[in-house]
C-alpha cells in the first residue's frame, strides 16, 4: 500500500486527511515541519500532502529539505486557506505537484492525489523506458556510461568490458532472430551476477559493461567470467541444439577502481586494453589492466594448450562454418594435399529452386548425410561447398536423398584439389 505523509499543525485537518484517504493508502501523520524531515527518513513515503502555512518550518522550507533529501522525485501538495494567487504561483515554482484548498473536499482530495499518482506513474515509466535497452532488460549505452561514471567517481570496485566470442556466427548460421535469444539469455546470466549495487548495460550489439562494487581481488572476476562462459554454453546449445558447433563464449577486461583513477573515459580505455589481451590470447577468459595474471587465457602445457584449442563438446556431425573459415580449412588441406597425398576431396553442389522450405530441406539432408571429419559451407543461395574424404559415398547419398525434392540438383567434384 502506497504511503502518504500528512503534514499539519492542526490536530483536525491531521484527522480528516487520514479519514479521507486511509482506506486507499497508508497514512502517516506529523505535526510540524521538523518532525515532518524525521518521519520522511523513516518511512520514505511516496506523497507529502503538506499546509503551506505552519509556524517554525513553513511547506516551502519543507519542500525544499525533503526533495533533497530524497533519492526520486517525491509529489508534494500544498493544503492552505489562503486564497491568494501569489502563494499558488510560489507553490507552482517551486515544484509542487498539485494546490488544494481548505477545508478539505473528499471527493476532490481523493481524485486529486489519483491523478497524481497516475501521473507520475506515466513519468516515471517513460524515464525507464529512455534508459532500458528494450531487448535485454539492462541499461541502454547512455545510462549504462553515464551511470557507471558516477559510481566510479564515489565507489571502490571493478569495471568490467564484456564481449561475446564468435556471436557473429550465430547470426549467419541460425538468424539474427536466434541471435537475440542468444543476447537476451546472456543478459539474464549477467544479472545473475551482480550484487546490490552493482550495474550494467548493453552498449552495443554484443558488448556490455557493467561496474561490481566493493571488490578487490581477481578470484571474484575470474569466477563470473568463468560462470558466464560456462552457462552461456549451456544455454546456447538448448536454444541452437546439442550439436550447435559454435565457439561462443564471452570474453572479458577488467579494470580496478581507484587504482586505476576514478575518470570513467580512460578506465573504460584501459577495461578495453584488458579485453583485447583477452581476445588476442585465446578468448573465453578474463584479463585485467596493468596484472600480468589471466584466467582462461594463458597456456602452461601441451594439453592446456590442446584444451584451448580444441572444439567444446564432442559433436558428430559436420564442420559447418562461414565461407571465411571455410576457405583457411581448404587453403590448409590444398597444402598438405600437395605435400602428403591427401585424400580429401572438394566438391561443389547446386541446388536451384524458388522454394525456400525445398532449400531448408536439402540443407538439412547434407548436413544429416556429412560426417564429423567433413566441412561445408553455404556459398549464396544455391551453392554448398564441400570438403570430404568420402566424395563419392557423398554423391550416391545426397542424389537418392534429394530425388524426392522439388529442385535440380547438380554436383561438381575437382579433378584436382
Given at each position: 500500500m502506497r504511503k502518504i505523509l500528512v503534514v499539519d499543525d492542526e490536530k483536525i485537518m491531521l484527522r480528516i486527511a487520514t479519514k479521507i484517504l486511509s482506506k486507499e493508502y497508508e497514512i502517516l501523520c506529523a505535526s510540524s515541519g521538523t518532525?515532518?524531515?524525521?518521519?520522511?527518513?523513516r518511512e520514505q513515503p511516496d506523497m507529502v500532502l503538506s499546509d503551506l502555512l505552519m509556524p517554525g518550518m513553513d511547506g516551502y522550507e519543507l519542500h525544499r529539505i525533503l526533495q533533497e533529501q530524497s533519492a526520486g522525485a517525491v509529489p508534494i501538495i500544498f493544503m492552505t486557506a489562503d486564497d491568494s494567487d501569489a502563494s499558488e504561483s510560489r507553490g507552482f515554482e517551486i515544484?509542487?505537484?498539485?494546490?488544494?484548498?481548505?477545508?478539505?473536499?473528499?471527493?476532490?482530495?481523493?481524485?486529486?492525489?489519483?491523478?497524481?499518482?497516475?501521473?507520475?506513474?506515466?513519468?516515471?515509466?517513460?524515464?525507464?523506458?529512455?534508459?532500458?535497452?528494450?531487448?535485454?532488460?539492462?541499461?541502454?549505452?547512455?545510462?549504462?556510461?553515464?551511470?557507471?561514471s558516477k559510481l566510479c567517481e564515489?565507489?571502490?570496485?571493478?569495471?568490467?568490458?564484456?564481449?561475446?566470442?564468435?556471436?557473429?556466427?550465430?547470426?549467419?548460421?541460425?538468424?539474427?532472430?536466434?541471435?537475440?535469444?542468444?543476447?537476451?539469455?546472456f543478459a539474464k546470466l549477467i544479472k545473475e551476477q551482480l550484487n546490490a549495487g552493482d550495474v550494467a548495460g548493453r552498449t552495443g550489439?554484443?558488448?556490455?559493461?557493467?561496474?561490481?562494487?566493493?571488490?578487490?581481488?581477481?578470484?571474484?572476476?575470474?569466477?563470473?567470467?568463468?560462470l558466464l562462459n560456462g552457462r552461456l554454453l549451456k544455454a546456447a546449445r538448448e536454444l541452437l541444439g546439442a550439436d550447435m558447433k559454435i565457439s561462443l563464449g564471452v570474453s572479458v577486461?577488467?579494470?580496478?577502481?581507484?587504482?586505476?583513477?576514478?575518470?570513467?573515459?580512460?578506465?573504460?580505455?584501459?577495461?578495453?586494453?584488458?579485453?583485447?589481451?583477452?581476445k588476442h590470447f585465446g578468448k573465453h577468459g578474463c584479463a585485467f589492466y596493468g596484472v600480468e595474471n589471466f584466467d582462461g587465457v594463458t597456456t602452461k602445457n601441451i594439453l592446456q594448450t590442446q584444451m584451448l584449442l580444441s572444439e567444446r563438446g564432442s559433436e558428430s556431425k559436420a564442420y559447418i562454418v562461414?565461407?571465411?573459415?571455410?576457405?583457411?580449412?581448404?587453403?590448409?588441406?590444398?597444402?598438405?594435399?600437395?605435400t602428403c597425398s591427401g585424400s580429401m576431396k572438394f566438391l561443389q553442389c547446386t541446388f536451384e529452386t524458388e522454394d525456400d522450405d525445398e532449400r531448408e530441406k536439402f540443407l538439412a539432408l547434407l548436413t544429416a548425410i556429412l560426417n564429423r571429419g567433413d566441412c561445408m559451407t553455404q556459398y549464396g543461395r544455391e551453392q554448398f561447398l564441400i570438403l570430404t574424404a568420402n566424395a563419392y559415398s557423398f554423391q550416391t547419398k545426397i542424389q537418392t536423398a534429394s530425388e524426392k525434392l522439388s529442385g535440380e540438383l547438380t554436383i561438381e567434384l575437382a579433378e584436382k584439389f
Open positions: 518532525e515532518a524531515v524525521e518521519v520522511f527518513r515544484g509542487a505537484a498539485d494546490y488544494i484548498r481548505k477545508p478539505l473536499k473528499p471527493d476532490v482530495l481523493i481524485r486529486r492525489v489519483k491523478n497524481i499518482f497516475d501521473r507520475f506513474e506515466q513519468i516515471h515509466g517513460l524515464k525507464e523506458a529512455a534508459t532500458v535497452d528494450q531487448m535485454t532488460g539492462l541499461l541502454n549505452k547512455t545510462a549504462a556510461e553515464l551511470t557507471i564515489t565507489n571502490d570496485g571493478v569495471l568490467l568490458e564484456l564481449d561475446l566470442d564468435s556471436f557473429k556466427l550465430v547470426n549467419d548460421l541460425y538468424g539474427h532472430a536466434m541471435g537475440d535469444k542468444i543476447l537476451i539469455e550489439g554484443d558488448e556490455f559493461i557493467a561496474f561490481c562494487c566493493k571488490v578487490h581481488d581477481e578470484r571474484t572476476i575470474f569466477k563470473k567470467a568463468r577486461g577488467a579494470v580496478y577502481v581507484p587504482d586505476e583513477g576514478r575518470d570513467f573515459a580512460p578506465l573504460k580505455e584501459k577495461a578495453d586494453k584488458a579485453l583485447y589481451k583477452v562461414n565461407f571465411d573459415r571455410f576457405k583457411t580449412v581448404y587453403q590448409f588441406l590444398s597444402r598438405q594435399n600437395e
